[in-house]
T-cell receptor, first 113, second 114 residues
Framework: KAGVTQTPRYLIKTRGQQVTLSCSPI?????VSWYQQTPGQGLQFLFE???????NKGNFPGRFSGRQFSNSRSEMNVSTLELGDSALYLC????????????FGEGSRLTVL | EDQVTQSPEALRLQEGESSSLNCSYT??????LFWYRQDPGKGPEFLFT???AGEEKEKERLKATLTKKESFLHITAPKPEDSATYLC???????????????FGRGTSLIVHP
């Protein structure tokens, strides 16, 4: 069974630009969550999608947005990038019956210059 | 105040030297506690779920235990390949938006020297 796939793995952007990250969950997993990981803050929850609906949102500014498609694939977008947005962005999928057991992708490493 | 606190932040062990990692939590009601392993440059890998005090789970050299206020990850006779960051996450019994979002601790970085 294929794992969670995230693209791109690495990207470099400059301040003010915007970025879109993609996530393909494990087949059969309908919940997709996004996390930001930095050395200073650890893993911070961004948002969760289930059946194309955002069910939960973390404490991040509106520059961070996401969506989920009918095939459960998800994208997140960050607009007007700031230096502090440099981080590892992780996508995780889960099976509906076990919401806390997350299966993570390898992440997208974003560097903002 | 952090809901999930892991200690120590970093731990260095010699191969074969057993030890324990701690995860303490302050949520009012626990739905589940989860342990993950994260290797450098990779996403966390799910290890265990614990639901109630007294529960234990084992996998190879790892054993996770749970009390009403904390969980321990015991590592018996570790090997260098056990070197990783171990993350603990807690899920409150109170749902938000119809789901239960786990809160992660900052992790313990474990290095096992040969």
């Amino acid at each position: 069974k294929a794992g969670v796939t995230q693209t791109p793995r690495y990207l470099i952007k400059t301040r003010g630009q915007q970025v879109t990250l993609s996530c393909s969950p494990i087949s059969g997993h309908r919940s997709v969550s996004w996390y930001q990981q930095t050395p200073g803050q650890g893993l911070q929850f961004l948002f969760e999608y289930f059946s194309e609906t955002q069910r939960n949102k973390g404490n991040f500014p509106g520059r961070f947005s996401g969506r989920q498609f009918s095939n459960s694939r998800s994208e997140m977008n960050v607009s007007t990038l700031e230096l502090g947005d440099s981080a590892l962005y992780l996508c995780a999928s889960s099976y509906g019956g076990r919401p806390g057991e997350l299966f993570f992708g390898e992440g997208s490493r974003l560097t903002v210059l | 105040e952090d809901q999930v606190t892991q200690s120590p932040e970093a731990l260095r062990l010699q191969e074969g030297e057993s030890s324990s990692l701690n995860c303490s939590y302050t949520v009012s009601g626990l739905r589940g506690l989860f342990w993950y392993r994260q290797d450098p440059g990779k996403g966390p890998e799910f290890l265990f779920t614990l639901y109630s005090a007294g529960e234990e789970k084992e996998k190879e050299r790892l054993k996770a235990t749970l009390t009403k206020k904390e969980s321990f990850l015991h590592i018996t006779a570790p090997k260098p390949e056990d070197s990783a960051t171990y993350l603990c996450a807690v899920q409150e019994a109170r749902a938000s938006g119809g789901s239960y979002i786990p809160t992660f601790g900052r992790g313990t970085s474990l290095i096992v020297h040969p």
